[in-house]
């Protein structure tokens, strides 16, 4: 079967997604949780600003299926959990997809799939897990007509800088995004990096393959959305972003202004005054 179908869902009429990622609840970390302890009303939230797609878990994506209409936002099914993201690494580390992961995307008809492809220092098990799932998901994927999205994700050490930092090392995260496209990507979720005008060596890397970037952290409105228009000017097909909209004061005018840059081409002093309600 194709996926095209589900592509067309994915992405909107400029060929551009906007996905809302509140899937951190899947990975056991308390700090993960703030503003989506209630996913019911997060999700009604951000449903009712209107992003292309909302990123979920298998036990939540009830919550986004449940409103009635058409116009929602697609699904993104996260596949995988692992323990990976607090300070300290624990003494047996994981990244494990559920079982049937694939009917259970069609099932809750979702456009697409997520997967991790983890890369951290000195830790080649649990990357060679990742390769594994990325391709026991990929037959599966091609069998349904499935889209795959894998996340290529660089991670310092957490000795280092604590849980869930990114590499933004340009030389780092490119190799990635590759090795992420020749095992069978339709879709990449991957890092920034430190010098967000060199970003387009990664979208060439990818070789035709959409490149969704992710947002990480909170950050300042000033900082995200300067970030964001030149992502997008460095041929970026998208963001995937988190906390940067749900943990938002307004995750409905973060939402309206993140949504201009990636379809419109918006530019930053128009995203601010939108956040600054002046739109």
């Known amino acids: 079967m194709s996926h095209k179908a589900r592509m067309n869902r994915m992405f909107g009429k400029t060929g551009k997604c906007f996905d809302v990622a509140v899937d951190h609840g899947f990975f056991n970390e308390y700090s993960f949780l ?3 302890e209630n996913m019911e009303q997060a999700i009604a939230t951000i449903v009712g600003a209107g992003p292309d797609c909302i990123q979920l878990s298998v036990g939540q994506a009830k919550h986004l299926q449940n409103v ?4 929602k936002p697609g699904l993104v099914l996260r596949t995988d959990a692992a323990n990976i993201y607090g300070s300290t690494l624990p003494h047996y580390l994981f990244s494990e997809i559920i079982d049937n992961a694939i009917e259970h995307a069609v099932r809750l008809d979702a456009v697409a799939v997520c997967v991790n492809l983890l890369l ?3 830790q080649p098990e649990l ?5 594994k ?3 026991k998901l990929k037959s599966d994927c091609e069998k349904y007509g499935m889209v795959l999205m894998v996340e290529p994700l660089v991670m310092l050490p957490n000795e ?14 490119m190799p990635l995004v590759r090795q992420a496209v020749e095992l069978g990507a339709d879709v990449i979720k991957a890092d920034p990096c430190d010098n967000v005008d060199e970003y387009h060596r990664v979208v060439e890397v990818a070789g035709g393959v959409p490149v969704l970037v992710r947002g990480g952290g909170r950050a300042s409105d000033e900082e995200i959305v300067h970030r964001t228009v030149k992502l997008m000017e460095q041929g970026a097909a998208g963001i995937v972003y988190g906390r940067n909209v749900i943990q938002h004061p307004h995750p409905d005018r973060m939402t309206k202004a993140l949504m201009r840059i990636v379809h419109e081409g918006a ?3 128009t995203a601010l005054a939108i956040l600054g309600g002046e739109a």
Do not use: F, R, T, W
């Not at 604590?162 to 780092?172: C, E, H, L, N, P």
């Open 34 to 36: 703030a503003s989506i």
């Open 68 to 71: 009635p209409g058409k116009e």
């Open 120 to 122: 951290l220092p000195n």
């Open 127 to 131: 990357h060679y897990q990742c390769v």
């Open 133 to 135: 799932n990325v391709m």
């Open 160 to 173: 280092a800088k604590g849980g869930y930092m990114v590499d933004g090392d340009i030389q780092k995260i």
């Open 267 to 269: 530019s930053a002093e």
